[in-house]
């Protein structure tokens, strides 16, 4: 059973920084592509970033280039999300996803597992 538990969010300041965690279990992670997506009240679910498990590739949204990082670490079987210059239409609930296969992909429906998600708000 794979579990994914996000930590790290929280209230911030237009203009600062939080870093995201995503501890993953339950199976080996080689193949697998994880990615970090995010809904605000009254939104649809958007794409934030995703990352190759193996060889460390990544993809970003548009809006979120140049901001924030996606990274991982093998031994400790957890994926980050690093966001600077963090600004007030950031605010949402950021969750972490796995799909089981090596396909990097911004479709939320190709996800195979989700985590509960943690609050992230940008204050003006």
């Known amino acids: 059973q794979v579990q994914l538990v996000e930590s790290g969010g929280g209230l911030v300041q237009a203009g600062g920084s939080l870093r995201l965690s995503c501890a993953a279990s339950?199976?080996?992670?080689?193949?697998?592509?994880m990615g970090w997506f995010r809904q605000a009240p009254g939104k649809e679910r958007e794409f934030v970033a995703a990352?190759?498990?193996?060889?460390?590739?990544?993809l970003y949204a548009d809006s979120v280039k140049g901001r924030f990082t996606i990274s991982r670490d093998s031994a400790k079987n957890t994926v980050y999300l690093q966001m600077n210059s963090l600004k007030p239409e950031d605010t949402a609930v950021y969750c972490c996803?796995?799909?089981?296969?090596?396909?990097?992909?911004?479709?939320?429906?190709?996800?195979?597992?989700w985590g509960q998600g943690t609050q992230v708000t940008v204050s003006s």
């Open positions: 339950g199976r080996t992670f080689s193949s697998y592509v």
């Open positions: 990352i190759f498990w193996s060889g460390g590739s990544t």
């Open positions: 996803a796995a799909i089981k296969r090596p396909i990097a992909t911004m479709n939320h429906l190709l996800y195979d597992y």
